[in-house]
């Protein structure tokens, strides 16, 4: 969902920039107030397991593949959506800079579907999903879909914006390929998480995987 | 529990993992947002495959002016570099990611003011 410099014009993309920086102050200002000395090497662990994951496009069918964007698994595992805005920023900025993937000009807009909306829905989506459910891996995977889902619905809205894609067309495509991409957030979210919490419970915000809720 | 210098050289052992089977095994279509520019520029139905040759930036209007050659471009150091260059250029871009990681959360904890 990576949008390239071409699809937005620059007084669009300026304006997403200026909101995604809110959101990174914010994020920022929680690596610095709230993130402890002991969950630096998960966020190192993270940015690079993130990295490598999105370079793993895989198919979905009907011509088109996807990879897990990452940020509901950021916003749950720390158990704070500013969390995935900080680490998808550093992402998106050696994707963008380096890599060539995802614009300079359009990252704004980048930093808020994938790190703001994925962010937010996921954790949000998580903790209630969780109250609901009781169980970690459900929740997580539920929202983690729902994170891509209106994350893609967003896009498509901003590419309508753009004059890039019409808007009824946009959505239903951006829609349909990201409920299948969706499926890969969901499953890889719930595993990842598994992983964290069979090896290192300690540096999972919500540590209970059955009963109880995320505090 | 594990260690935390086991936690972290195991997890970087799996991001590396993951980006080195991804230069092999990766799927080369196009991603939703490219194949939703295909859609509506008429390139490809909603189900169809992709055609070869089809290019996202080319099937849409491309209001945005701005062109950067970033270093290297999709996660590559050139045709000619090939499979080799492909595995430096994602190797380089873990250790990049975990180094920034690190650096950049341990950097600003450390403006902290002390209590």
């Excluded at chain 1, 970690?136 to 209106?150: E, G, M």
């Excluded at chain 1, 809205?157 to 409920?179: I, N, S």
Aim: charged content about 10%; aromatic content about 8%; proline content about 5%.
């Amino acid at each position: 969902m990576h949008i390239p410099d071409a699809f937005i014009p620059l007084p669009q993309a300026v304006i997403y920039w200026i909101i995604a920086l809110i959101f990174v102050a914010l994020a920022l200002r929680w690596a610095k107030n709230e993130l402890s000395e002991d969950r630096i090497p998960l966020v190192a662990v993270l940015a690079a397991g993130i990295f490598a994951i999105q370079a793993f496009n895989l198919p979905v069918g009907m011509g088109t593949s996807g990879h897990l964007v990452g940020g509901a698994l950021v916003a749950i595992v720390f158990g704070s959506p500013f969390a995935a805005v900080f680490i998808l920023t550093l992402v998106l900025i050696v994707q963008g800079l380096i890599f060539g993937d995802g614009g300079l000009t359009t990252m704004g807009a980048n930093i808020i579907n994938m790190g703001v909306v994925g962010g937010f829905v996921g954790y949000y989506g998580y903790t209630g999903l969780k109250g609901i459910t009781k169980n970690t891996y459900i929740s997580a995977a539920v929202a983690a879909w729902c994170a891509c889902f209106l994350a893609a619905l967003l896009c498509a809205v901003e590419m309508a914006v753009a004059g890039t894609f019409p808007l009824v067309p946009g959505l239903v495509a951006m829609g349909v390929y990201h409920a299948a991409i969706g499926i890969i957030e969901g499953i890889i979210t719930a595993l990842v998480i598994y992983l964290i919490h069979h090896s290192r419970p300690d540096l999972l915000a919500d540590s209970t995987e059955g009963g109880g809720v995320a505090t | 529990m594990m260690e935390t210098k086991q936690f972290i050289i195991i997890g970087l052992i799996l991001a590396l993992l993951v980006g080195i089977v991804a230069v092999f095994a990766a799927s080369g279509d196009p991603d939703g947002l490219e194949s939703t520019a295909l859609v509506v520029g008429g390139e490809k139905t909603l189900t169809s495959v992709t055609p070869e040759d089809a290019d996202a930036e080319e099937a849409v209007p491309s209001p945005g002016l701005f062109t950067y050659e970033s270093p290297l471009p999709d996660y590559s150091m050139g045709e000619e570099a090939g499979t080799g260059g492909a595995l430096v250029a994602i190797v380089l871009g873990i250790i990049i990611m975990f180094g920034l990681g690190w650096g950049a959360s341990a950097a600003i904890r450390a403006m902290r003011e002390p209590k």
